[in-house]
């Protein structure tokens, strides 16, 4: 079975700083791809960024980037320079390929001016 | 182009009744998925669609509900004798092919009292 865990029900940050949101997985597929969305109070999913597991470089996008571990089945999100519109529920996602999603239960980041 | 449109984007509806939920994907994705996401969780799986066929609707909770997609476009999410658990968004996403990044709809909020 796979599974997501998204330890962090809530996080804040400043805005300008830095955070990082956590993610770990279960799978025994070598194959697979990751994804953080982003939820804002509007309910459209939006994909934030994207990690197929057989790279082993690091995807980034703009101010976001991940922390991929594959043997530690570990995926966090890094956001630097934090902006009052990152505000949002942040899903961490799994997928086999070809399958379907399986998310997490979700991180509420706020941003405090 | 246009991104994934989903109607109604609320709907009420009685314990017993009959609902139907439409989902339009961008236009030329052959996959579709339907998602249910109660109040604090993760997306759940229900249904993937590869053109007009169901190529896993194992996350179908029961046989109450059904899905269809008979011309490989828009696809209709159909719920039966609905019970207040049934409450939650419904959200619909699209993929170019089933290994490629998932665009989701705003969702439609089901309530059932």
């Known amino acids: 079975a796979q599974t997501v865990t998204q330890s962090q029900p809530e996080m804040s940050v400043q805005e300008a700083e830095t955070v990082t949101l956590s993610c770990t997985y279960d799978?025994?597929?070598?194959?697979?791809?990751l994804f953080w969305y982003k939820q804002p109070p509007s309910r459209q999913m939006i994909l934030v960024i994207r990690q197929e597991a057989y790279k082993q470089q690091n995807a980034t996008e703009n101010r976001f980037s991940v922390n991929f571990q594959k043997a530690a089945k570990s995926f966090s999100l890094k956001i630097s320079d934090s902006q009052l519109g990152d505000a949002a529920m942040y899903f961490c996602a799994y997928r086999k390929v070809g399958n379907q999603f399986y998310f997490g239960t979700g991180t509420s980041l706020t941003v405090i001016p | 182009g246009a991104g994934v449109s989903q109607t109604p984007s609320n709907k009420v509806t009685e314990k017993g009744k009959y609902v139907e939920l439409r989902c339009d994907p961008i236009?030329?994705?052959?996959?579709l998925y339907w998602y249910r996401q109660s109040l604090g969780q993760g997306p759940e799986f229900l249904i993937y669609?590869?053109?007009?066929?169901?190529?896993?609707d194992s996350g179908l909770p029961n046989d109450r509900f059904f899905a269809v997609r008979p011309e490989g476009s828009v696809s209709t999410l159909k719920i039966q004798r609905t019970e207040r658990g049934d409450s939650a968004v419904y959200l619909c996403?699209?993929?170019?092919?089933?290994?490629?990044?998932?665009?989701f709809g705003p969702g439609t909020r089901l309530l059932v009292l």
């Open positions: 799978t025994s597929e070598s194959d697979y791809y």
């Open positions: 236009s030329g994705h052959t996959a």
């Open positions: 996403a699209s993929s170019p092919m089933p290994q490629e990044t998932q665009y």
């Open positions: 669609f590869q053109g007009t066929g169901a190529a896993d």
